[in-house]
């Protein structure tokens, strides 16, 4: 598929800034809590945008929503693509939004040059990306692959307690839950356009990234019980500090993810919570929240073994209890390389420079490898920032991943 016509972005980015505008909070703020007014809001713009041209919508049972521009052949199944339009609190306004509402440019970009697929090609939008309300990121696209049960979604509740059931009821979203889940064939394959939330396309200075792995995150919580006392009164022989044992921890994580000797293995400690907290208190009590990865599930399992034997090291040297818990060790997705193939010809025949590179963040895309073969397109951002209101992503940046990712749907779809 020759785009020939120049791409106009105008359209697009007019939408992208009216989108940011429906916002719980003062523009340039965005945030777009799931289920929340302007969450509902913003759904209605989208869906809006997506039946002017000429797309059919539907939704499941949780709100993840499909708009399909039927192909020659509607039997086959479709080529996805789409993100995200949920916000985290005081996030900025292409994190998500960029992979839908630039899909639909792609979809009407083609449209507009009489392009006629053979498969169709549907735009995802997706429930709940970010973990804000529920704790649990990626809702909409774990039911979808079936990795988190009706059940399990029915027993999420938000901060003051109401339940993910009552919630979705109360948006609009009826029907069961258990029909969310999609078959492996339902989609063909499926491609997400995503800002790089990372600096290296910028510093580099290339148009467009071709993600070829999307690390895998697991979570771990450390609970710590040692002894407390008076920081004056008792000696420091026999101590039982919760905290310095913890301290040993955090050194630990870091230690087992560096020792790998890959790039690609990380580990943090990203909350430390110090029980009583008083300056003239030894801590008695300890909670660790770790946040492990790596693209390579072996390799990242093996660094959480390293942590749990460090944990059972330092509870016996030091007298005091460690327990731990794991919160979520989510495998990590190989992109398949028929669609990196059809990206990096897209990119070459659009005159875009390209580089293969990993994602380190997760995505819906994430879930979608589980049923479907998927690979993500990522294009620059400022500074690499990203869920802050000043996170920016240049028109020419988001023309160039839209051209490539029109020119990746009619490969894909022809
Ligand atoms: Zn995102």
Redesign the pocket.
């Known amino acids: 598929m020759e785009i020939r016509a120049p791409l106009s972005i105008d359209r697009l980015i007019s939408e992208l800034n009216a989108l940011a505008k429906i916002s719980a909070a003062d523009p340039p703020v965005v945030t777009r809590v799931v289920f929340s007014e302007a969450d509902l809001r913003a759904r209605a713009y989208v869906k809006g945008l997506c039946r002017e041209a000429g797309l059919d919508v539907h939704e499941d049972a949780i709100g993840n929503t499909f708009a399909r521009w039927q192909g020659a052949e509607p039997n086959l199944a479709p080529i996805g693509t789409g ?2 339009i949920d916000a985290i609190p005081n996030a900025g306004l292409y ?2 939004s960029v992979g839908v509402l630039g899909g639909l440019e792609a979809i009407r970009v083609l449209q507009q040059l009489g392009f006629k697929p053979r498969r169709s090609i549907e735009l995802v939008i997706f429930t709940a ?1 970010e973990p804000t309300r529920f704790g649990i990121g990626c809702l909409g696209s774990r039911m979808m692959a079936g990795v988190l049960s009706p059940s399990q979604a029915n027993a999420l509740r938000d901060k003051e307690g109401r339940n993910l059931e009552d919630l979705r009821r109360e948006a609009g979203f009826n029907g069961a839950l258990d029909s969310v889940q999609l078959s492996a064939g339902r989609f063909h394959q499926f491609v997400e356009m ?1 800002i790089e939330q990372g600096p290296i396309l910028e510093q580099e200075g290339i148009d467009i990234g071709l993600v070829t792995h999307i690390a895998a995150p697991a979570s771990m919580r450390i609970l710590i019980e040692g002894e407390g006392g008076h920081a004056g009164g008792r000696l420091m022989p026999g101590r039982k500090d919760a905290l310095a044992a913890g301290a040993e921890l955090i050194l630990a994580l870091e230690s087992a993810a560096t020792s790998t000797g890959a790039i690609d293995s990380v580990g943090t400690v990203g909350v430390c919570e110090v029980f009583p907290g008083a300056v003239n208190s030894i801590p008695s009590r300890v909670r660790l929240e770790t946040d492990i990865r790596d693209i390579d599930a072996a390799r990242r399992d093996r660094v959480i073994e390293n942590l749990r034997s460090a944990c059972e090291q330092v509870a016996t040297r030091r007298g005091v209890s460690i327990q731990t818990e794991m919160i979520n060790a989510d495998p990590p997705a190989t992109c398949d390389p028929s669609i990196l193939h059809a990206m990096e010809q897209a990119a070459q025949g659009a005159g875009k420079s390209s580089k293969r590179m990993v994602s380190r963040a997760y ?1 819906d895309s994430l879930f979608m490898a589980r049923i479907t073969p998927v690979a993500m397109l990522f294009i620059p951002c400022r500074g690499g920032v990203s869920h802050r209101p000043d996170e920016y992503a240049s028109p020419v940046w988001i023309g160039s991943g839209v051209h490539v990712l029109a020119r990746t749907l009619a490969a894909l779809a022809s």
């Open positions: 993100s995200h994190d998500g990306e995503h995505h």
